[in-house]
Every structure is written in C-alpha cells, then in structure tokens.
C-alpha cells in the first residue's frame, strides 16, 4: 500500500506570494490533518478534514486554509506569505478503524522557504 | 503552560543502553498517547501508541502511560546507532483528531 504523499517536496516563496501544497492520503484514509514544523515552535496542528469537512482547526491565521476532495486528497493554502511561514509542511492521514486504534501516518513533508 | 512538555534534550547514550523518554501533560481529555521517531529532513514514523492507561511492547520498545500523573513514557531497550533520532510524542481527545505534539527529545546511540 503507498504512503501519504506530497507535492511539492520543496518550494521557494517570496514574501507577500502565495502558496498551496498537496496531500495525497493512504489509500482508504479519510482523515487528512496538516501540520506546521519550525526548529522553535516544533509540531503545530493546522487543521483537520475528514469527509471533506473540517473538523479540527488549530491557532493559525486566517491566512492559513485548506480543503479536501471528494477523493480524500488535500490542499492547503497559505496566502500573503511571511518569512515566519518558512516551515517544513506536514500531512497525516488516518484510517478511522475503531474506537481505541489509532494510525496516523505522515507523508515526507514540504519544506517552504519564504523570502 | 504548553498541555504537552517534553524535554528537547540532547540525549546521549552508549549503545546497548536502556533508554528512558518521557512527556508529561496538562489536558485530562487526551485519549490517544503516541510516540513518534523522526530522521532528519523527514517525516515523523509512529511507533506505538496506546489507548488510555497501560503499557504495550512492540520488541525493544516499551510505551506506558499514567493517566492519574498525566505521564508517559518511551522505553527503548538494547538501544542502537540506529535509533539516533528526534523521539516526538503526542496526544490526541475523542471526537476528531486534533493531536499535540511534544517538542521532541534529540537521542544520540554512540557506537
């Protein structure tokens, strides 16, 4: 079975710019949740879709958006770059296959240079 | 107060060492405890998680969790080069899956 992927795997921005990132989950997945990576600030929950809604939001700007396909895959956006949005750009996806299991598998990331 | 703390370390260890990894939490809703390895410039790879208390084993790994002190623990036994990685851990409620992550413990096995 493929893994989570995503495209593009790295990505130079200049400021004010904007940017969408892809997610294609594990096959059956349909829950897609986002996640911001900085050295300082670590693992940040953007937000979570399942069915192509969203769920779960995290403490991220407006800027910050997404949305999900009726093929479970999923885009994010981030609007009017900042150099603070240089971040590796992580997608999880996850099988809801019963009350106490839990997988959520990570693709390779997107790594984002503002400049 | 940050609802998951984890200390960033650098953890350094001879190999064959038993080590110890540990996150302790605010949030009293969390369900779900993970621990997740992370290479450099990759993404994170789940190892084991746990639902409510208890502990589990997955070979040289052992996971416990400690509701009632809001506390859990990564074992890593017989401990490798190999396993010279950022251990993350993570925790997530019922309801939809808003999971927190620690800030991730750097571990170094010496050869």
């Known amino acids: 079975k493929a893994g989570v992927t995503q495209t593009p795997r790295y990505l130079i921005k200049t400021r004010g710019q904007q940017v969408t990132l892809s997610c294609s989950p594990i096959?059956?997945?349909?829950?897609v949740s986002w996640y911001q990576q900085t050295p300082g600030q670590g693992l940040q929950f953007l937000f979570e879709?399942?069915?192509?809604?969203?769920?779960n939001k995290g403490n991220f700007p407006g800027r910050f958006s997404g949305r999900q396909f009726s093929n479970s895959r999923s885009e994010m956006n981030v609007s009017t770059l900042e150099l603070g949005d240089s971040a590796l750009y992580l997608c999880?996806?996850?099988?809801?296959?019963?009350?106490?299991?839990?997988?959520?598998?990570f693709g390779p990331g997107t790594r984002l240079t503002v400049t | 107060q940050k609802e998951v703390e984890q200390d960033p370390g650098p953890l350094s260890v001879p190999e064959g060492a038993i080590v110890s990894l540990n996150c302790t939490y605010s949030?009293?809703?969390?369900?779900?405890f993970m621990w997740y390895r992370q290479y450099s410039r990759k993404g994170p790879e789940l190892l084991m998680y746990?639902?409510?208390?208890g502990n589990k084993e997955d070979g040289r790994f052992t996971a416990q969790v400690d509701k009632s002190s809001k506390y859990i623990s990564l074992f890593i036994r017989d401990s490798q080069p190999s396993d010279s990685a950022t251990y993350l851990c993570?925790?997530?409620?019922?309801?939809?899956?808003?999971?927190?992550f620690g800030a991730g413990t750097r571990l170094f096995v010496k050869a």
């Open positions: 999880a996806s996850m099988s809801l296959a019963g009350g106490t299991t839990y997988e959520q598998y």
């Open positions: 096959s059956g997945h349909r829950s």
């Open positions: 879709y399942f069915s192509e809604t969203q769920r």
């Open positions: 949030n009293s809703a969390f369900q779900y």
């Open positions: 746990t639902y409510s208390s």
């Open positions: 993570a925790m997530s409620g019922t309801g939809g899956f808003k999971t927190i």
